[in-house]
């Protein structure tokens, strides 16, 4: 064997073990079942949101009367066979306003984490690839919504611009204003995620080939930049979303949130943890227990699925499912 | 190798984990609420207490009849009487005084007695000096600032003054301090436009006359049966004339009946000197006033109900502001308060076995009126369609837990002029959904009502409960879309009582809980005056005598004679004759407003420490006082 011979075959060898290295694991056909043995809080967690999320569109036909229905049962009667959680003091039926208020729960938390997760990467993704003073700018209006906290972002939202916010299909004025405040809550920190992200990316070689080849700057944000975010960002919905709930109950709590009186008042967990109810805690505390629990359940199964999520996303554990 | 882990191995070998964290926390709450539902207890109690409670309310509601109303509110008195009796026993030896804790839901907007202004009665009352209270459920008057008064004549009133009064800059109350303080309050109303204190209190009276040194005479156009009664207000307190034009803010220039002007002011912040009450106003804070004893406080000899020579008692009054009621009941139940009259009945159980508090049943005596619009309500069956529209037992058995009564146009407080029985308040307050959409298809609208609006001023929560049940009901008999509008007050009092357009922006003003309330003994507050065209019914409700809509109008003129014919008869008996026939035309016309069942009684809750508290005068609207009052801890 020549000299040469050995040197190619040593080269090869050489390749192939790089090759090895270096290579992409083989995509492979995701298994919910191996998933769930590998994650199985988060396997717990998803069961818990698909429970909520179908006791709150099934709630029509699960035994609930009209949330808002006065003297279905007695004032203040405790849980019993005819009102499973208990009646509140005029007589609605507990039951059926935790879950109507899981859907305005799910809708405001939902299409705030949408908004602010949109919002926030779109931005991050057009600010720090532009760079200069465009980044810059936009920086220093993030740091300023950081810096105001977020309840009196609200406050100044509710009594500005509240009342002159049209209905829109899906979405009441009122439920607009939330998703506004706490998207805007929200949208920030996730720029400042992003925009970090982005950075990094930029700095990338498929990044410089594509602008070797004359891409334009719009096709390498759309195909090359934006596609290798999408990790981050479902990581980060699937954790602002608990948050978006919370958030969402405190304002309800604090008289910001939907509208607790009307007759087309949407029952909330945080409204129903507030009003009058309050008064009558200690002598009915299946007022408290009920909707704050399907609280604590929804956030609960949100945080540690989200968690599990950012497991399974993350490269360095890509190929193990 | 890694594969072949499973995750409870790897688990294992992991530090606390963010996840195991949650985890951890999710179990620990899940069983913490878990204790918390187990530790409840009374479970079964509870479930059966609001059982029993709803059945006596049906019960109550089915046969809300004037007996049960009778003996309800007579046991109520009676134990009220009792509890009383034993509250009253001073102690001998012991020095009467202390600190009483107070709370109000808000800042006050201003101190004048002249104008109505939320939230300033612990400081108008207690300031100032009155010419004297008036107890409705006494018939009583108890001299304060007078030592008599004489109805000479049928419009001539003569007021004797206390000798010796001062203010508390030591200026002598005089005649002329007198009859310049209640002479400026039509003057005032003419300046400000109108306030709360209303016309009907003063449009009879020619003059105040400063006749010598210690007699006021008012000279009248026209008999009035209340005036004696309305001189009770804190409007009429004693002012210091010198203080009002130096410090007061001056509001306009008025034209007098000789032609000349008089400039007018207001006096909002009462610098010391302003008043000559038993108090000085020491603090007043966006957390709160402070008031203390004024030792140099005139002596009432001999003692009257209520004030005694050596008052009064109380060192000071400390009322804080809490905005919340729930805030303000736990702070009562801490023994941070001593008064927190507005105890829901649902909540009783929790100042059960509570020593330092005591809460006492009294009759009620509230209102919760639903006012209609008269320039879209001009037809008289669209008025009717809406009361027939509206579910009163159901609305007992909701809103009501303790039982409910229909409530009369006047009420029940003054039983000596509100003689309708519940029998046959039934026969105008009675849930027919048929006849009354046959009502509404019959009705004549001139301004066509697609949707019902029902408005009201957010706040109390049992306010929004009314509205909400008011819309529901409205709906489902009618068939018709409602809403519920709440606003802040303000914007609810200036959009009630705008009069820009022929019609209001809204349909049925709801306003009042009906769950306590007093009364200042006038069948005209208590409470007429929503009905009444020159009032109420004028600027918030359309029903008035220049409506654009003819049989408005022509009613208006009906119903002003009716009323003016009662306010001059000062005989009793004949009066409530009169007021009677009153109460059946408003009735039979669904005249302007309706009145949604009221609570039975009422709850108010007062500190173990309190001893001579008068409760019958809490029921008093605007003029309480009570001197002989103290707190036996401080002694």
Same mark, same amino acid.
């Given at each position: 064997?020549?000299?040469?011979?050995?040197?190619?075959?040593?080269?090869?060898?050489?390749?192939?073990?790089?090759?090895?290295?270096?290579?992409?694991?083989?995509?492979?056909?995701?298994?919910?079942?191996?998933?769930?043995?590998?994650?199985?809080?988060?396997?717990?967690?998803?069961?818990?949101?698909?429970?909520?999320?179908?006791?709150?569109?099934?709630?029509?036909?699960?035994?609930?009367?009209?949330?808002?229905?006065?003297?279905?049962?007695?004032?203040?009667?405790?849980?019993?066979?005819?009102?499973?959680?208990?009646?509140?003091?005029?007589?609605?039926?507990?039951?059926?306003?935790?879950?109507?208020? !899981?859907?305005?729960?799910?809708?405001?938390?939902?299409?705030?984490?949408?908004?602010?997760?949109? =919002?926030?990467?779109?931005?991050?993704?057009?600010?720090?690839?532009?760079?200069?003073?465009?980044?810059?700018?936009?920086?220093?209006?993030?740091?300023?919504?950081?810096?105001?906290?977020?309840?009196?972002?609200?406050?100044?939202?509710?009594?500005?611009?509240?009342?002159?916010?049209?209905?829109?299909?899906?979405?009441?004025?009122?439920?607009?204003?939330?998703?506004?405040?706490?998207?805007?809550?929200?949208?920030?920190?996730?720029?400042?995620?992003?925009?970090?992200?982005?950075?990094?990316?930029?700095?990338?070689?498929?990044?410089?080939?594509?602008?070797?080849?004359?891409?334009?700057?719009?096709?390498?944000?759309?195909?090359?930049?934006?596609?290798?975010?999408?990790?981050?960002?479902?990581?980060?919905?699937?954790?602002?979303?608990?948050?978006?709930?919370?958030?969402?109950?405190?304002?309800?709590?604090? !008289?910001?949130?939907?509208?607790?009186?009307?007759?087309?008042?949407?029952?909330?967990?945080?409204?129903?943890?507030?009003?009058?109810?309050?008064?009558?805690?200690?002598?009915?505390?299946?007022?408290?227990?009920?909707?704050?629990?399907?609280?604590?359940?929804?956030?609960? =199964?949100?945080?540690?699925?989200?968690?599990?999520?950012?497991?399974?996303?993350?490269?360095?554990?890509?190929?193990?499912? | 190798?890694?594969?072949?882990?499973?995750?409870?191995?790897?688990?294992?070998?992991?530090?606390?984990?963010?996840?195991?964290?949650?985890?951890?926390?999710?179990?620990?709450?899940?069983?913490?609420?878990?204790?918390?539902?187990?530790?409840?207890?009374?479970?079964?109690?509870?479930?059966?207490?609001?059982?029993?409670?709803?059945?006596?309310?049906?019960?109550?509601?089915?046969?809300?009849?004037?007996?049960?109303?009778?003996?309800?509110?007579?046991?109520?008195?009676?134990?009220?009487?009792?509890?009383?009796?034993?509250?009253?026993?001073?102690?001998?030896?012991?020095?009467?005084?202390?600190?009483?804790?107070?709370?109000?839901?808000?800042?006050?907007?201003?101190?004048?007695?002249?104008?109505?202004?939320?939230?300033?009665?612990?400081?108008?009352?207690?300031?100032?000096?009155?010419?004297?209270?008036?107890?409705?459920?006494?018939?009583?008057?108890?001299?304060?600032?007078?030592?008599?008064?004489?109805?000479?004549?049928?419009?001539?009133?003569?007021?004797?003054?206390?000798?010796?009064?001062?203010?508390?800059?030591?200026?002598?109350?005089?005649?002329?301090?007198?009859?310049?303080?209640?002479?400026?309050?039509?003057?005032?109303?003419?300046?400000?436009?109108?306030?709360?204190?209303?016309?009907?209190?003063?449009?009879?009276?020619?003059?105040?006359?400063?006749?010598?040194?210690?007699?006021?005479?008012?000279?009248?156009?026209?008999?009035?049966?209340?005036?004696?009664?309305?001189?009770?207000?804190?409007?009429?307190?004693?002012?210091?004339?010198?203080?009002?034009?130096?410090?007061?803010?001056?509001?306009?220039?008025?034209?007098?009946?000789?032609?000349?002007?008089?400039?007018?002011?207001?006096?909002?912040?009462?610098?010391?000197?302003?008043?000559?009450?038993?108090?000085?106003?020491?603090?007043?804070?966006?957390?709160?006033?402070?008031?203390?004893?004024?030792?140099?406080?005139?002596?009432?000899?001999?003692?009257?109900?209520?004030?005694?020579?050596?008052?009064?008692?109380?060192?000071?009054?400390?009322?804080?502001?809490?905005?919340?009621?729930?805030?303000?009941?736990?702070?009562?139940?801490?023994?941070?308060?001593?008064?927190?009259?507005?105890?829901?009945?649902?909540?009783?159980?929790?100042?059960?076995?509570?020593?330092?508090?005591?809460?006492?049943?009294?009759?009620?005596?509230?209102?919760?009126?639903?006012?209609?619009?008269?320039?879209?309500?001009?037809?008289?069956? %669209?008025?009717?369609?809406?009361?027939?529209?509206?579910?009163?037992?159901?609305?007992?058995?909701?809103?009501?837990?303790?039982?409910?009564?229909?409530?009369?146009?006047?009420?029940?407080?003054?039983?000596?002029?509100?003689?309708?029985?519940?029998?046959?308040?039934?026969?105008?307050?009675?849930?027919?959904?048929?006849?009354?959409?046959?009502?509404?298809?019959?009705?004549?609208?001139?301004?066509?009502?697609?949707?019902?609006?029902?408005?009201?001023?957010?706040?109390?929560?049992?306010?929004?409960?009314?509205?909400?049940?008011?819309?529901?009901?409205?709906?489902? %008999?009618?068939?018709?879309?409602?809403?519920?509008?709440?606003?802040?007050?303000? %914007?609810?009092?200036?959009?009630?009582?705008?009069? %820009?357009?022929?019609?209001?922006?809204?349909?049925?003003?709801?306003?009042?809980?009906?769950?306590?309330?007093?009364?200042?003994?006038?069948?005209?507050?208590?409470?007429?005056?929503?009905?009444?065209?020159?009032?109420?019914?004028?600027?918030?409700?359309?029903?008035?005598?220049?409506?654009?809509?003819?049989?408005?109008?022509?009613?208006?003129?009906?119903?002003?004679?009716?009323?003016?014919?009662?306010?001059?008869?000062?005989?009793?008996?004949?009066?409530?004759?009169?007021?009677?026939?009153?109460?059946?035309?408003?009735?039979?016309?669904?005249?302007?407003?309706?009145?949604?069942?009221?609570?039975?009684?009422?709850?108010?809750?007062?500190?173990?420490?309190?001893?001579?508290?008068?409760?019958?005068?809490?029921?008093?609207?605007?003029?309480?006082?009570?001197?002989?009052?103290?707190?036996?801890?401080?002694?």
């Amino acid at each position: 064997m020549s000299q040469e011979q050995t040197t190619a075959q040593e080269g090869q060898a050489a390749e192939a073990a790089l090759a090895l290295e270096y290579a992409i694991p083989p995509r492979q056909r995701f298994n919910p079942f191996k998933w769930a043995r590998r994650e199985p809080f988060g396997a717990f967690g998803l069961v818990l949101i698909g429970l909520v999320v179908f006791l709150s569109l099934a709630a029509p036909v699960l035994r609930t009367s009209p949330p808002n229905e006065f003297a279905v049962g007695p004032p203040l009667a405790g849980p019993n066979a005819d009102n499973w959680f208990g009646t509140t003091a005029r007589g609605k039926d507990v039951w059926s306003r935790v879950l109507f208020a !899981g859907r305005i729960s799910l809708k405001i938390g939902i299409a705030t984490v949408l908004l602010g997760t949109l =919002g926030g990467t779109l931005i991050a993704l057009v600010s720090a690839y532009a760079g200069g003073a465009v980044d810059f700018a936009v920086g220093r209006i993030a740091d300023m919504f950081i810096s105001i906290p977020g309840i009196l972002i609200a406050l100044v939202l509710h009594s500005s611009i509240s009342a002159d916010l049209p209905d829109l299909p899906g979405l009441q004025r009122q439920e607009l204003y939330l998703v506004i405040a706490i998207s805007l809550f929200f949208m920030p920190g996730t720029y400042r995620i992003m925009r970090g992200t982005v950075l990094e990316l930029r700095e990338a070689t498929y990044v410089e080939a594509a602008q070797v080849v004359g891409s334009s700057s719009f096709r390498i944000m759309w195909r090359h930049v934006a596609p290798n975010m999408f990790g981050l960002m479902i990581v980060i919905t699937s954790i602002s979303l608990p948050a978006a709930i919370l958030t969402e109950a405190t304002l309800s709590f604090l !008289g910001l949130g939907v509208p607790i009186g009307g007759l087309d008042a949407v029952p909330s967990w945080g409204a129903d943890l507030s009003g009058s109810s309050r008064r009558f805690f200690s002598v009915a505390p299946w007022l408290a227990i009920f909707p704050g629990l399907a609280l604590a359940i929804t956030v609960f =199964g949100f945080n540690i699925f989200g968690d599990s999520l950012r497991d399974t996303l993350d490269p360095r554990l890509r190929g193990r499912i | 190798m890694r594969d072949n882990e499973n995750y409870w191995k790897r688990l294992r070998r992991r530090p606390v984990s963010r996840r195991s964290f949650l985890v951890g926390s999710g179990v620990a709450a899940a069983g913490s609420a878990a204790i918390l539902a187990g530790c409840g207890d009374d479970d079964d109690d509870d479930t059966a207490a609001p059982a029993a409670t709803q059945a006596a309310a049906q019960e109550q509601a089915a046969a809300a009849t004037e007996a049960a109303a009778e003996e309800q509110a007579a046991a109520a008195t009676e134990a009220a009487a009792e509890e009383q009796a034993a509250a009253q026993e001073p102690a001998p030896d012991a020095k009467r005084g202390g600190t009483l804790r107070w709370w109000k839901t808000g800042e006050d907007a201003g101190l004048d007695p002249g104008i109505f202004h939320v939230l300033n009665t612990e400081v108008t009352h207690a300031t100032m000096t009155q010419p004297y209270t008036y107890q409705p459920t006494k018939n009583l008057f108890a001299m304060d600032g007078m030592t008599g008064f004489e109805q000479v004549d049928s419009t001539t009133l003569v007021w004797n003054i206390r000798p010796g009064m001062q203010f508390h800059n030591g200026d002598p109350v005089t005649s002329e301090a007198v009859a310049f303080s209640f002479g400026r309050l039509p003057k005032l109303y003419q300046a400000l436009g109108g306030t709360h204190v209303t016309s009907s209190g003063f449009d009879f009276v020619d003059e105040f006359e400063a006749a010598d040194e210690n007699t006021v005479v008012e000279h009248w156009s026209r008999p009035n049966a209340d005036a004696t009664v309305y001189r009770a207000r804190h409007y009429y307190s004693f002012l210091n004339p010198r203080m009002v034009e130096e410090h007061g803010n001056f509001e306009s220039a008025v034209e007098l009946a000789d032609g000349t002007t008089e400039d007018m002011y207001s006096i909002h912040n009462l610098p010391d000197g302003t008043t000559s009450g038993p108090y000085r106003l020491t603090s007043r804070t966006a957390t709160g006033t402070r008031l203390e004893r004024w030792p140099d406080y005139h002596k009432h000899t001999p003692a009257d109900d209520g004030f005694v020579e050596d008052g009064p008692y109380i060192d000071a009054w400390e009322t804080r502001i809490i905005p919340d009621q729930v805030g303000a009941k736990a702070a009562f139940l801490a023994g941070d308060l001593d008064i927190f009259a507005s105890v829901d009945p649902l909540e009783l159980s929790e100042f059960e076995g509570q020593d330092h508090v005591k809460v006492y049943e009294v009759p009620a005596g509230g209102r919760a009126s639903q006012g209609m619009d008269g320039g879209k309500f001009h037809d008289k069956r %669209s008025r009717q369609a809406l009361q027939k529209a509206f579910d009163y037992e159901g609305f007992i058995n909701a809103i009501r837990p303790r039982g409910g009564q229909l409530a009369a146009p006047i009420s029940d407080l003054l039983p000596h002029y509100q003689k309708l029985s519940q029998q046959e308040l039934a026969t105008w307050y009675r849930h027919d959904p048929v006849e009354a959409r046959a009502l509404w298809a019959a009705a004549d609208f001139i301004h066509p009502v697609e949707k019902i609006k029902v408005f009201q001023y957010s706040g109390p929560p049992l306010q929004q409960e009314i509205s909400d049940y008011m819309a529901q009901s409205l709906a489902t %008999s009618l068939g018709i879309e409602t809403e519920v509008e709440a606003v802040d007050i303000n %914007s609810w009092a200036a959009r009630a009582n705008d009069q %820009s357009e022929d019609v209001k922006d809204w349909d049925i003003l709801s306003y009042g809980t009906g769950d306590s309330g007093g009364t200042t003994g006038l069948p005209n507050d208590s409470h007429l005056i929503n009905y009444d065209p020159r009032v109420y019914g004028y600027v918030a409700f359309n029903h008035r005598a220049d409506s654009p809509r003819k049989e408005i109008a022509e009613d208006s003129v009906t119903l002003i004679g009716m009323l003016e014919a009662q306010e001059a008869e000062t005989d009793v008996e004949a009066r409530a004759e009169i007021l009677t026939d009153v109460q059946r035309w408003i009735l039979d016309n669904h005249w302007c407003n309706w009145g949604l069942p009221i609570s039975s009684v009422s709850y108010y809750g007062f500190s173990s420490r309190m001893r001579d508290f008068g409760l019958e005068d809490w029921l008093n609207s605007y003029a309480f006082r009570r001197e002989s009052m103290w707190l036996e801890d401080d002694a």
